[in-house]
Structures are given as structure tokens and as C-alpha cells.
Nanobody, 115 residues
Framework: VQLQASGGGLVQAGGSLKLSCAVS????????MGWFRQAPGNQRELVAT???????NYAGSVKGRFTISRDNAKNTVYLQMNSLKPEDTAVYYC??????????WGQGTQVTVSS
């Protein structure tokens, strides 16, 4: 299984970014996927999830600002991030939500929000 996240960058507060994560080696369309993030000195946290049929859930800190989506034909999950805040600065990763199915963490993609 490979997870390749991309789309991060440097953006000013209030700006937007869209992250992508290409997934290979699994029957993607049935998998419950999540976006996670880890800021320096902090534990990795789950910020958004999406089931195989498109049901979504969000951490309180990003609800209303972030949107998770997926394209099963492309084996890709996305994270649209709007109204970014400096506290959103972190390395963002995608992975399977289930801990028993969790794949090896990829390198992630760095998101830096300047104030």
C-alpha cells in the first residue's frame, strides 16, 4: 500500500489550499479514509474522514473550513482547506481510518500558514 500526499505549501492566513492523496495497493472505493496532521511538538491528530460512500466527519477545529472528498475512479482523496489559520500549520497525511488497516505513514505534505 502506498499513500502519496501532495498540494501543501505556504499561504497567508485566510487563504486556501487543496491537498490530494493518491492511494494504491488497496480496494480504495470501500475504504474509510482520513486526513491527519501533525504540528511540531504535537501528536498526530485526525482532522477529517470520509467513508466509501461519501459520508464525512470533521474535527471541531476545522469544521466549516475544510472539506474532504474522494474520487474513487482516481483512487484519490482530497482536502480542500479554506480560511486557513496559523494554527493549521502542520504536516498533513492521509491514511486509512481503521487502526487495523493503517498503512505505513508517508512523508506527508507541509502546510504553513503565515499570519
Amino acid at each position: 500500500v502506498q499513500l502519496q500526499a501532495s498540494g501543501g505549501g505556504l499561504v497567508q492566513a485566510g487563504g486556501s489550499l487543496k491537498l490530494s492523496c493518491a492511494v494504491s495497493g488497496r480496494n480504495f472505493r470501500v475504504e474509510h479514509m482520513g486526513w491527519f496532521r501533525q504540528a511540531p511538538g504535537n501528536q498526530r491528530e485526525l482532522v477529517a474522514t470520509i467513508t466509501g460512500i461519501g459520508s464525512t466527519n470533521y474535527a471541531g477545529s476545522v469544521k466549516g473550513r475544510f472539506t474532504i472528498s474522494r474520487d474513487n475512479a482516481k483512487n484519490t482523496v482530497y482536502l480542500q482547506m479554506n480560511s486557513l489559520k496559523p494554527e493549521d500549520t502542520a504536516v498533513y497525511y492521509c491514511n486509512f481510518v481503521s487502526t487495523t488497516k493503517r498503512a505505513k505513514w508517508g512523508q506527508g505534505t507541509q502546510v504553513t500558514v503565515s499570519s
